[in-house]
């Protein structure tokens, strides 16, 4: 079978850390352009517009979106209505509402929507979901501490109404959380920590429960020093304390490890979008983008310091 002709729109940091070396590395995959307003791509052909690039080149089977959220629903629109399969970057989109217009138009072209939430694709993650599957959870607590200069420099969209700020690393706790746990959960409270010069939030704490009481509490903070990064998702369970850490990558249970691995988040999620292209379905959640909704919707806002990126 041949490989899937393939598009990258939006070429930033995240396409070359992660999107073109995962195609490159796929040999269900053929790279044939590149569209971005800054970025280009060595190799293929090259455009400063989705739309041009859709006409110029009608062999394209498939479109993977890495831009920010805010601008990808045109994107998305136009490659879905053209007859093509998309990857969407997370989150998904920058509203609920747009994610479900997207869903529809692609069943109704018959064509692939994947909503591609990376940390679900850590190694550990599957072996957590297996192990929290029979047991009984008294307590989880999230804890999403990172670097802000450090891991997204210079993203001024980040910031903006939107951008989602420290819920764009945060989203993927989200991501996992709704996947491993059992039960779904529901937000209570929030707290928005949010710069006097920024619209975004830099910090957020929240409290969730489940139907039965259960508390799910989260820590995400985006001030912390390169060397306190900290991404652990833990769990209080009748057999034990799980801690699944590294975001998603180290699972251990009362300090025993059982699970330690390289991450391959973005090279298994394109394994996953060439099955569903060849499959003929599509997958496409918004539980973690749900929440993010309501934790807007019930959120505390707290002014705090400027901060300068």
């Known amino acids: 079978?041949?490989?899937?002709?393939?598009?990258?729109?939006?070429?930033?940091k995240?396409?070359?850390?992660?999107?073109?070396?995962?195609?490159?590395?796929?040999?269900?995959?053929?790279?044939v352009a590149a569209a971005s307003r800054h970025g280009s791509v060595d190799g293929v052909e090259n455009f400063t517009d989705i739309e041009d690039m859709l006409t110029a080149m009608p062999e394209i089977e498939a479109v993977s979106l890495c831009m920010p959220p805010r601008v990808r629903f045109d994107a998305a629109y136009k490659a879905l209505d053209a007859g093509k399969h998309v990857f969407l970057e997370k989150p998904p989109g920058a509203t609920l509402s747009e994610v479900a217009i997207?869903?529809?138009?692609?069943?109704?072209?018959?064509?692939?929507?994947?909503?591609?939430?990376?940390?679900?694709?850590?190694?550990?993650?599957?072996?957590?979901?297996?192990?929290?599957?029979?047991k009984t959870i008294s307590r989880v607590d999230i804890i999403w501490n990172e670097d802000v200069r450090r891991w997204h420099p210079n993203q001024d969209w980040i910031w903006e109404a939107g951008g989602l700020g420290v819920f764009d690393p945060g989203i993927n706790a989200l991501s996992i959380m709704t996947h491993i746990l059992p039960m779904p959960v529901f937000v209570t409270r929030s707290t928005l920590e949010i710069p006097e010069n920024r619209d975004a939030p830099i910090a957020a704490q929240i409290d969730f429960q489940s139907a039965s009481g259960i508390p799910v509490t989260a820590d995400m903070d985006w001030r912390r020093q390169s060397s306190d990064d900290r991404w652990d998702i833990i769990v209080e369970t009748d057999a034990g304390t799980m801690i699944l850490g590294n975001g998603g990558a180290r699972l251990s249970v009362d300090g025993v490890m059982r699970a330690d691995e390289q991450e391959t988040e973005y090279p298994t999620l394109y394994a996953r979008f060439h099955d569903l292209v060849r499959?003929?379905?599509?997958?496409?959640?918004?539980a973690p983008l749900r929440h993010i909704a309501d934790i807007f919707m019930l959120g505390s806002r707290k002014t705090v310091e400027a901060f300068y990126d």
């Open 1 to 12: 079978m041949n490989p899937i002709s393939i598009a990258v729109v939006g070429v930033g």
């Open 102 to 134: 997207l869903e529809a138009l692609a069943i109704e072209k018959n064509v692939t929507l994947f909503t591609s939430w990376h940390s679900r694709f850590g190694p550990a993650v599957e072996p957590a979901r297996a192990f929290l599957a029979d």
């Open 279 to 286: 499959a003929g379905r599509s997958e496409v959640d918004v």
């Open 14 to 31: 995240i396409a070359r850390d992660q999107h073109l070396p995962s195609i490159y590395n796929n040999s269900g995959y053929r790279l």
